[in-house]
């Protein structure tokens, strides 16, 4: 089974220079963890989390009207929508992170997470392991 097959499609994404504040709604709104954050050619440049909000943010008391560009994650890992789920729950662990963008001739069209591989019955174990291995650090 490929990526294609389990990731979500319809991802709302933002730019470096939107503000926490709007990552912050986006995620209330649409009730995720993390939103991608794409350059003008919507190419994932970074991914921004709930926690990097309340790590990087709140507790260093960064205003909520900065860039998102300064508290994103930039060093993001992305698969492509022909990757192996088997592949992309290794990737997970190894990386110690819950969601992945799909990458396709370089422009963002999905998003692919754990809940996505556990809904598989086949991939219930390996996104189990996957949450294991995230969850020790």
Request: aromatic share 2%; charged share 25%.
């Amino acid at each position: 089974m490929k990526v294609k097959d389990v990731m979500t499609t319809d991802v709302s994404y933002l730019s470096s220079s939107s503000s926490i504040f709007e990552a912050a709604n986006i995620m209330r709104q649409l009730n995720v963890g993390a939103v991608p954050i794409c350059d003008e050619a919507n190419s994932p440049v970074g991914v921004v989390t709930d926690r990097d909000i309340v790590l990087r943010s709140v507790a260093n008391n960064v205003h909520k009207n900065e860039n998102v560009g300064s508290i994103m994650s930039s060093n993001i890992v992305t698969v492509s929508p022909d990757t192996d789920v088997h592949e992309a729950a290794r990737l997970m662990a190894k990386h110690q992170i819950r969601r992945l963008p799909v990458v396709e001739n370089g422009k963002l069209v999905g998003i692919v997470s754990l809940g996505d591989l556990a809904v598989e019955k086949i991939h219930v174990d390996e996104a189990g392991n996957a949450l294991s291995d995230i969850s020790k650090e």
